[in-house]
């Protein structure tokens, strides 16, 4: 009869041991909080009325970077205008987003000025 092949010690490929405590890939881990930033952002957009969802993407554009609206000074009070709301209620949902997620994301009122973007 032969007998099994075994391989000399220390050549075994998929020793448990190994996958103990496996090295965290910091790569991942930001990809994976950039994704649940993402969600949580893309969730305060939808959340109210479907009349609302422009004006709520209008204001997380103006938080984050203010350069992808279409005018030269955006305010709060420029997408209430644009959305036909008033301005105290665009300027608490802005508030509202501020507050949600000033920890998660760089707004832009937070950035040095040399990361700023010209308009």
């Not at 209008?58 to 350069?67: E, N």
């Given at each position: 009869?032969?007998?099994p092949?075994?391989?000399?010690?220390?050549?075994?490929?998929?020793?448990?041991a190994?996958?103990?405590?496996?090295?965290?890939n910091?790569?991942?881990?930001?990809?994976?909080?950039?994704?649940?930033?993402?969600?949580?952002?893309?969730?305060w957009?939808?959340?109210?009325?479907a009349?609302?969802?422009?004006?709520?993407?209008d204001?997380?554009?103006?938080?984050?970077?203010?350069?992808?609206?279409?005018?030269?000074?955006?305010?709060?009070?420029?997408?209430?205008?644009?959305?036909?709301?008033?301005?105290?209620?665009?300027s608490?949902?802005?508030?509202?987003?501020?507050?949600?997620?000033?920890?998660?994301?760089?707004?832009?009122?937070?950035r040095?000025?040399?990361?700023r973007?010209?308009?």
């Amino acid at each position: 009869m032969s007998q099994p092949i075994r391989p000399p010690t220390g050549a075994y490929l998929d020793d448990p041991a190994n996958n103990i405590d496996p090295p965290l890939n910091d790569d991942a881990l930001a990809v994976a909080l950039t994704k649940l930033e993402v969600t949580r952002v893309y969730e305060w957009i939808n959340r109210g009325h479907a009349r609302q969802r422009g004006l709520r993407s209008d204001l997380v554009s103006l938080c984050i970077c203010p350069q992808l609206l279409p005018c030269k000074r955006a305010s709060a009070a420029w997408c209430a205008r644009e959305h036909g709301v008033t301005r105290e209620w665009a300027s608490r949902l802005r508030r509202d987003f501020i507050r949600q997620f000033t920890d998660y994301i760089q707004l832009e009122s937070r950035r040095p000025r040399a990361l700023r973007m010209s308009s």
